[in-house]
């Protein structure tokens, strides 16, 4: 007689997204490839971080890492610029964010000459996490049982 598998078993291996011998799915496959492209980003944040003059703490590398997890599809922040132009523009924006104590010169840097990262492209991508930053967060007031929250948010009633 067969022996009776757990049905804890059973539901883990059927609620997997891919089950081995099966054909991957079109959902699936975006996954494995988003994974790969945020790895990648990844290494290419870890070779920048040996190549900066100045020194990034571990919350600010951190930081920077879970800023590229935000935004795995790098070009919503700027559309013509390339993967190690955006992400050094992001460990800039960590830095300055923070410490307020670097300045985006070009003379001073050359790694911001290396990578062509312009006082206008770096702009452009700190104004589009703001945008982003503002645009999911929610309006809290003073008495929050006195409003509606969907009334002040999005402008209209449930």
Do not use: W
């Not at 290419?44 to 703490?57: G, N, V, Y």
């Not at 703001?130 to 969907?150: C, E, G, L, M, Q």
Request: glycine share 4%.
């Amino acid at each position: 007689m067969k022996e009776e598998r757990d049905i804890n078993y059973l539901l883990q291996l059927y609620n997997k997204p891919y089950v081995k011998g099966e054909k991957r799915s079109k959902e699936y496959e975006r996954m494995i490839n988003q994974e790969k492209t945020i790895e990648e980003k990844k290494r290419i944040m870890k070779d920048l971080f040996a190549e900066i003059p100045f020194h990034l703490t571990q919350s600010q590398k951190k930081y920077v890492e879970f800023l590229i997890e935000e935004y795995p599809d790098l070009t919503k922040l700027h559309g013509n610029a390339k993967t190690k132009t955006i992400i050094l523009a992001l460990i800039f924006y960590t830095r300055i964010g923070i410490t307020g104590d670097v300045r985006l010169d070009q003379y001073r840097y050359k790694i911001i000459s290396k990578y062509n990262l312009s006082h206008s492209t770096f702009e452009l991508i700190v104004c589009r996490i703001a945008f982003d930053y503002f645009k999911n967060a929610h309006i809290v007031p003073r008495i929050s049982s006195k409003y509606d929250h969907n009334i002040l948010y999005k402008g209209q009633k449930k």
